[in-house]
Nanobody, 120 residues
Framework: QVQLVESGGGLVQAGGSLRLSCVAS????????MGWYRQAPGKQRELVAA???????NYTDSVKGRFAISRDNAKNTVYLQMNSLKPEDTAVYYC??????????????WGQGTQVTVSS
């Protein structure tokens, strides 16, 4: 099993910045892809940014140039630096990870979510 614990959410004014962190722990062989999703009230959960174990990244168009995803493989941690935040970025942000279990099975895991609120 893998546990994902997020931190760093909060309330910020438009134009401000926040940095989210997500630490993976538990019994696994390796963490592969990691990413951040978000879900705003009344909307579907959407991918915000993702990063492979090799460091390749992709972003949803609405955050390109404002958000940056990174990871520290030694710490099994993924970060999301969010700059120039807009009210439409308000959502619950979820950490996501795919892990290779000790039985070499590919499994997907989710964090509990952290609220990001951007005031206008």
């Amino acid at each position: 099993q893998v546990q994902l614990v997020e931190s760093g959410g909060g309330l910020v004014q438009a134009g401000g910045s926040l940095r989210l962190s997500c630490v993976a722990s538990g019994n696994f062989f390796r963490i592969n892809d990691m990413g951040w999703y978000r879900q705003a009230p009344g909307k579907q959960r959407e991918l915000v940014a993702a990063i492979t174990s090799g460091g390749s990244t992709n972003y949803t168009d609405s955050v390109k140039g404002r958000f940056a995803i990174s990871r520290d493989n030694a710490k099994n941690t993924v970060y999301l630096q969010m700059n120039s935040l807009k009210p439409e970025d308000t959502a619950v942000y979820y950490c996501n990870a795919r892990a290779l279990t000790v039985l070499f099975r590919d499994r997907e895991y989710w964090g509990q979510g952290t609220q990001v609120t951007v005031s206008s």
